[in-house]
């Protein structure tokens, strides 16, 4: 009995009212194992989460047969499937914030899961079940339960959030991308207690994400989904060691590896359809680089290779040998960093210090003394989590913000205050440092065609620079990888990928020396993320461009920047060569930032 | 700790509000001034004088001192209770208010009762219902209620019930006893919470739709718990707090309509009174309404902002690090 | 992250039965207001005081009030009033408030401060109660009215305009163009102005209907138009008396003030569903 599988998932297609998600997906799962979905946006991974747990939005339905340790979940009627819920499945999801309820105290949200149970009638064996839960998911302090969850930190929040989901004792959980809004330090630390504490329980676990190494560090078995259909199943070990499918193998070599600088990222070109649109044919062949007109024939079903590794890759066994080739390649390590000219620093910030809302009595210092330099050509990284001030001194860099102390040098200018500058000098400034921003989708004006925004901002360089702007902005689409007739796109219509190469152009177009990079791959999905860090290095390489390239992504960092400055809660910790930093790491903090990151 | 906090928070609220019963005292003051012709005509009325009246007039309102002076005399005045005398009839501006007040408060409590109760309750309905039939046709009648000021539902419902099917007496606020009272004030406080009503179920609704696609009420449900503990200690919980912020308007769209009814169904009340001194350029009188009305609608703002201050723990609690 | 938005689709573009009800009647309030004169089938001033009210008959479709006068006519002509003012009060108040919620919304410091405070002043009035004191008090009538509402108005106004401006603030293509250099007045009006604009016409729609309803109630208790004016407001304060005559001289006007506003409710719903995607 305790053999059968606990849950079985056949044929499960989820459509929306106009439109498909998934089709045909099937999942089998054991009591006590760990399986994870791995999908970018679009690949329906949430909703069939969602599906299991029979909490689908109205307007979406499920067809197909979810089995439950016998009961047919799909067909049950809410009555029955409720005390399901909660007691044999339950769902943990993604921002710990928006999770709970905002007026309800933390300790309460145990408690209204174990009410009605006689063990715990009176107030205090109450107060000392959920203290003692709170300890299971490793909070000591059993005032938290007090406590409101705006008043708490991220982390803390998550952890309340699976005390929560557990309190019932559930066989299985859910947990829809747990770790996702959180710092990357404290994304390490919750995935290990939920790791401790499923198999302290023995119990289930469904992990949705789009981070392929968390699923192999975290679960015994991947899925991977792809514009709604498997195309890979298989043992984490085995798919991370030799992926079947050209869709896994491009996922893999996009993400940046974090152990290594690899001259350039496979990207995988395009962007994800929508389930409809491959609908009828391999859902990855538009984008693969082994497609062939088989592959649009018919939709390939997945099939067993091995005994427990599917792939839904009819070329498998013929492409084996060069799938495996390319990955060798992509991960040859780089060549040494070429030192940087020993030119005067282009960029340097002495001893910034910044300081929000000192008038109005509770002030933050996000900068306390941070000084920092960027040499022309060079490509600096800017390290940090949530807090560290890393956004603000990039700001303060593009006259955004000033600083409070401290002395900002841009190419010779001194540029401490933006508005007590000269004209000359400041259009000198600007024309010097440029910035590009986190969200592709606000960082251009709806409104504005894609030629009118690059108009605007060439004619910043006066009507000389006007005379030739048809000329120039042809030249500035070329240059970001986007065909001419771009130009008179309105943003709508273009894809995350697109918009950032569109906002880079911009940035571009004032012929600046130094770009400033705010996290601009993070809001992208992993397979144009590596396109447009492609880009970046290409465009360094050409333009001669110095970086500063601000983010949270050790592995982004290591592909990108030759030097690092590595930033806790304003301050500089540590600094130095890349790849010096990184396999030598001298600070608690950074060690404790490499070690976080999933390998 | 934490009551300390709630109690600065009153404090200052009602620090705001005493410049702004100031201001609006001041505002009353000046409309003496702001009617056009001499000032002294516009407390005379229409009663012919010799210019010895006049004068002794004059220097009774101390029309001849400057402006702030007179102000001064005049807020002393107020704040020791005596509001003037109306020009028609010569009474005591503060016994003419003082008797018609009890049929308006009568008429708004009536009418936020049934606003509160069927403006809420309609309003959840249409949220669960969502996309039905049903919803549409709540969100029909509510752009109706909303479209309709109280005087035009005022006089469909005097018609129709009031004249057709004579259910209802047409005019006047009953005397005889309690239940008069109530017979005779249901069309008028029924026309009063018809479109202030519509705001409340279309606020109610919209907050509702907000709250139940939330995450929070997904992970409610994710651990089972019940629809009746999800509906109300989630979802109405967090959706009132919208709901009691836009409560100001409705206290405000409230006192309009209540003026706008009692002309409508003749009752004598502080609404028509004022409307009754307007027409009849009855500035004292006119000064002592408003007064009193722009009071209590400051007062009662002033209730509902504290009252979002204790239900929201967000302003209660600053954010604690751990 | 990966919480990634689909690029908008197209908008499901049929017109259900009510909004092409609502814009029907507002075209037929529109060409009643225009060629009033052509259409109504007698003049709305003149009197028959020895017929007096009388309920509808062949003559007189809707029936005439206590001085004989035309009910259908009247409410024809009241078409005018009925939607001049109100379009000068809509136009007039959020013009001033998109001055006023640009300025204050963009530049903060002191002048948002005393904007806003201006603005929580206006709002703690009790606005009616105020309009209805005021225009009582000064005279001058319908258009006394009207510069009354617009400034009562332009409070509540300047506040979405002031927080539509503040959600575009902060987004990154507007910090691009502060770090391109771009002036704050280019900022204002060709990248944030355009973005908020659409926004700013649905509430447009929606304050019409209320000035509408306002203007109507101050006529109804006699401070609006002047005497003898075709009003729909000031019918309904003359034909009160009539209502067990010739009802129709109370609800004519009375049904057309609702539908009017109802109209315009509910384009001003669909321009903010539209636009608000």
């Known amino acids: ?599 | 700790m934490m009551r300390e906090g709630v109690a600065g928070l009153i404090l200052r609220r009602i620090a705001v509000a005493i410049p702004l019963l100031f201001l609006i005292s001041l505002g009353v003051f000046a409309l003496v001034h702001i009617a056009p012709g001499d000032p002294v005509r516009a407390l005379l009325g229409t009663r012919a004088s010799d210019p010895e009246t006049l004068n002794n007039l004059r220097e009774k309102y101390h029309l001849n001192d400057p402006f702030i002076v007179q102000y001064g005399k005049w807020l002393w005045q107020v704040l020791q209770g005596d509001l003037g005398r109306s020009i028609n009839g010569n009474r005591k501006v503060w016994n003419a208010i003082a008797e018609r007040g009890s049929i308006t408060i009568a008429l708004s409590l009536l009418g936020t009762a049934i606003v509160l109760v069927f403006g809420i309750g309609l309003g959840m309905i249409a949220a669960f219902k969502r996309g039905t039939r049903i919803d549409r046709a709540m969100v029909m009648f509510g752009v109706f209620g909303i479209s309709s000021p109280a005087f035009v539902t005022g006089i469909f419902l005097l018609y129709f019930f009031g004249v057709v099917l004579g259910w209802f007496p047409t005019f006047g606020a009953g005397d005889r006893n309690f239940v008069d009272r109530l017979w005779h004030l249901t069309l008028p406080a029924l026309a009063l919470a018809l479109s202030v009503m519509a705001i409340v179920v279309k606020i109610t609704r919209a907050a509702m739709i907000e709250e139940l696609d939330k995450d929070y009420v997904t992970f409610a449900r994710a651990r089972g718990l019940s629809a009746t503990r999800i509906t109300f200690a989630y979802v109405l919980r967090n959706a009132l707090i919208p709901v009691i912020t836009a409560a100001g308007i409705v206290v405000v769209g409230l006192l309009a309509s209540a003026i706008y009814v009692e002309v409508t169904f003749a009752l004598p009340g502080l609404g028509s009174l004022t409307v009754d001194a307007v027409q009849k350029r009855d500035i004292p009188l006119i000064q002592g309404t408003t007064l009193v009305f722009s009071c209590f609608v400051v007062a009662i703002n002033l209730i509902i902002d504290v009252v979002y201050t204790l239900i929201d723990p967000r302003i209660r609690f600053g954010k604690v690090e751990s | ?277």
């Open chain 3, 1 to 277: 992250m990966t919480a990634v938005t689909e690029p908008a689709r197209g908008r499901k573009r049929s017109l259900n039965l009510s909004l092409a009800l609502c814009f029907t009647l507002m075209a037929v309030v529109i060409v009643c207001a225009i060629f009033r004169s052509s259409i109504a089938p007698d003049s709305p001033f003149t009197q028959r005081l020895e017929v007096g009210d009388k309920p509808p008959s062949a003559e007189f479709v809707a029936g005439t009030d206590l001085l004989g006068r035309d009910v259908l006519s009247r409410t024809i002509h009241g078409a005018r009033t009925a939607l001049v003012g109100p379009i000068i009060v809509a136009a007039g108040a959020f013009a001033i408030a998109t001055i006023l919620g640009l300025l204050s919304g963009y530049l903060g410091g002191w002048v948002d401060t005393v904007i806003m405070r201006w603005v929580d002043f206006m709002l703690a009035l009790p606005g009616i109660l105020v309009a209805i004191v005021v225009v009582g008090v000064i005279g001058g009538g319908y258009w006394t009215a009207v510069a009354v509402l617009i400034i009562l108005f332009t409070a509540p106004d300047t506040r979405i305009v002031r927080s539509a401006v503040l959600e575009q603030r902060p987004l990154p293509y507007i910090d691009a163009a502060r770090s391109l250099g771009i002036s704050k007045r280019r900022i204002l009006f060709i990248h944030i102005l355009p973005n908020i604009l659409p926004l700013v016409l649905a509430y447009v729609a929606l304050d019409f209907a209320f000035a509408l309803v306002n203007l109507a109630g101050l006529s109804f208790l006699g401070l609006g138009v002047e005497p003898g004016t075709p009003d729909w407001g000031r019918m309904l304060f003359e034909n009160r008396n009539i209502l067990f005559t010739n009802p129709l001289g109370l609800l004519l006007p009375a049904g057309m003030i609702i539908l009017t506003a109802v109209s315009m409710n509910l384009i001003g719903d669909w321009l903010f569903e539209r636009l608000t995607k």
């Open chain 1, 1 to 599: 009995m305790s053999d059968s599988p606990l849950l079985e998932v056949r044929g499960l297609s989820i459509t929306a009212t106009r439109s498909t998600i998934t089709t045909g997906t099937d999942l089998t799962l054991r009591r006590g194992e760990s399986i994870a979905i791995v999908g970018e946006s679009g690949s329906g991974k949430s909703l069939t989460a969602k599906a299991i747990a029979r909490l689908l939005p109205p307007g979406v339905t499920a067809t197909g047969s979810i089995r439950y340790d016998g009961h047919d979940v799909l067909s049950l009627p809410e009555k029955e499937m409720r005390p399901l819920r909660g007691r044999r499945i339950s769902m943990l999801l993604q921002d710990p914030f928006t999770m709970m309820n905002p007026l309800m105290r933390c300790g309460k949200h145990i408690e209204e899961m174990l009410r009605g149970d006689p063990r715990f009638a009176g107030r205090a064996a109450m107060r000392a079940e959920v203290a003692r839960r709170l300890a299971e998911v490793g909070i000591a302090d059993p005032d938290v339960a007090d406590r409101m969850p705006f008043q708490l930190s991220g982390g803390m929040a998550q952890r309340v959030a699976i005390a929560s989901s557990l309190a019932r004792d559930p066989e299985l959980l859910i947990a829809d991308e747990p770790s996702t809004a959180l710092d990357v330090t404290t994304q390490a630390e919750i995935m290990k207690l939920l790791k401790r504490v499923q198999l302290a329980r023995g119990m289930s676990l469904i992990l949705i994400t789009h981070d392929l190494r968390l699923a192999f560090s975290t679960c015994d078995r991947i899925h991977v989904l792809y514009a709604g259909s498997l195309l890979e199943v298989g043992s984490a070990p085995a798919v991370q060691r030799d992926p079947f499918h050209p869709y896994t193998l491009g996922l893999l070599l996009s993400e940046p590896p974090a152990d290594r600088r690899v001259p350039k990222l496979i990207a995988i070109r395009g962007q994800v359809p929508r389930a409809d649109a491959v609908a009828g044919r391999c859902a990855f062949a538009d984008r693969c680089d082994w497609a062939q007109d088989n592959c649009r024939a018919g939709k390939p079903p997945l099939a067993a290779l091995e005994t427990t590794r599917l792939t839904a890759c009819i070329r498998r066994t013929e492409i084996a040998g060069e799938m495996r080739a390319l990955r060798d390649t992509a991960l040859e390590a780089a060549a040494a960093v070429r030192e940087a000219k020993a030119a005067p620093a282009i960029i340097r910030v002495t001893r910034a210090v910044k300081t929000f809302g000192a008038h109005r009595g509770r002030s933050v210092r996000a900068l306390k003394g941070v000084s920092i330099e960027v040499r022309p050509g060079e490509s600096v990284g800017l390290v940090g989590e949530s807090g560290s001030g890393k956004t603000t001194l990039g700001r303060i860099l593009v006259g955004l913000e000033t600083a409070t102390e401290g002395s900002i040098n841009i190419n010779d200018v001194d540029a401490s205050q933006f508005s007590a500058l000269s004209p000359e000098d400041r259009a000198k400034v600007r024309r010097t440092i440029q910035m590009v921003f986190q969200d592709p989708y606000s960082t251009l004006n709806p409104r504005h065609s894609v030629r009118r925004a690059l108009r605007e901002a060439i004619g910043t360089g006066g009507p000389a620079a006007l005379a030739t702007v048809d000329q120039r902005i042809a030249e500035l689409l070329k240059e970001v990888g986007l065909p001419e007739n771009y130009a008179d796109r309105r943003p709508q219509s273009l894809s995350g990928g697109e918009r950032q190469r569109v906002a880079i152009a911009r940035a571009l177009s004032v012929n600046p020396k130094v770009l400033v990079c705010d996290e601009p791959v993070s809001a992208l999905d992993v397979s144009v993320q590596a396109q447009i860090l492609n880009l970046f290095k290409r465009l360094q390489a050409e333009l001669g461009l110095s970086y500063l390239f601000i983010t949270h992504d050790l592995a982004v960092v290591r592909q990108i920047a030759d030097r690092i400055y590595v930033l806790y809660l304003g301050e500089i910790v540590e600094e130095g060569p890349t790849e010096e930093v990184m396999r030598n790491p001298q600070h608690p903090y950074t060690r404790r930032l490499l070690d976080s990151a999933p390998r």
